[in-house]
């Protein structure tokens, strides 16, 4: 391994001379021409290495380079992926709140969705129960103005065919009364009072007929105007309740159709009713 030089020593120009000196023994010389082509040769040689060396030291600067680029790339990339890394935490954070409100939200409207078919139910229920009231009461009116019309009828009727009953005078009385009336020529003004009596009769019956009828009629209006006044505030009620039925159940998201159609069947009943009373 003594022959062996690197590029260093082979630049150095001792080392050329006892390169030469090895390989050629003293006293012992070559020719001129054999000479100049190994030193020529030699000299090809060394300026190879040098270029070799400066090669190999220009590819050295290169690759340093391309290491300090990647370096610089890979700081890169790491900075790059921990600013996402953070990115990516805080959007999970984030999401994972919302989440969370969302679900809590469905819950919340889950329940209001419950107790609003809760109170639909019992709005249904409380608008059947008001409809049977409105009915009941439509029935009494009914019955109060039958029988104020019979009433009416039964007055006229008694008028008519009741006769007013004059108080009779035993047969003897009369038959003597009668006897002196004819002798004193009374008769017409006998007549003409038993007229005036029987009319002054009649219209006492009228009076009484009357005033009695005044008094049913009476008594019949009040009980007529407190089932009117029981059922318009009953239809008040009932249409306070339509109202908040139908609000609540305009604040549903997606409302069944039948129940829709059920619901415009009994709003509409519920309205000709209160047209036709």
């Known amino acids: 391994m003594s022959n062996v030089h690197t590029l260093r020593n082979i630049n150095d120009k001792g080392a050329v001379g006892s390169l030469l000196g090895k390989h050629i023994p003293p006293g012992h010389r070559l020719g001129s021409i054999r000479e100049s082509e190994l030193e020529k040769a030699l000299r090809g040689s060394i300026k190879s290495a040098s270029d070799i060396a400066n090669d190999y030291k220009d590819l050295q600067d290169i690759y340093l380079e391309r290491v300090k680029d990647f370096n610089r790339i890979c700081s890169g990339f790491n900075n790059k992926f921990s600013r996402l890394n ?47 009231k409105i009915r009941e009461l439509e029935g009494k009116l009914e019955d109060i103005d039958l029988e104020c019309t019979y009433h009416d009828l039964d007055i006229m009727g008694g008028v008519i065919e009741e006769p007013v009953e004059m108080p009779k005078l035993p047969d003897w009385l009369h038959d003597n009364l009668k006897s002196i009336v004819s ?39 009040t009980r007529l105007e407190k089932a009117l006044s029981e059922k318009d505030s009953l239809l008040h009620e009932a249409n306070a309740r339509i109202k908040k039925h139908l609000t609540n159940f305009e604040k549903k998201p997606n409302p069944d159709p039948f129940e829709t159609q059920k619901h415009g069947k009994l709003i509409s009943s519920f309205f000709s009713m209160q047209s036709s009373s």
Do not use: C, F
């Open 86 to 132: 953070t990115a990516n935490t805080e959007l999970k954070a984030k999401y994972s709140a919302e989440i969370k409100s969302l679900k809590s939200s469905i819950k919340i409207l889950e329940r209001k969705a419950t107790l609003a078919q809760k109170a639909s139910s019992a709005d249904k229920i409380q608008i059947l129960s008001l409809e049977t």
């Open 183 to 221: 002798e004193l020529g009374l008769e017409d003004k006998v007549i003409e009072l038993d007229k005036k009596l029987a009319k002054e009769d009649i219209l006492e019956v009228l009076q009484k007929v009357l005033s009695e009828k005044d008094y049913r009629l009476q008594d019949a209006n």
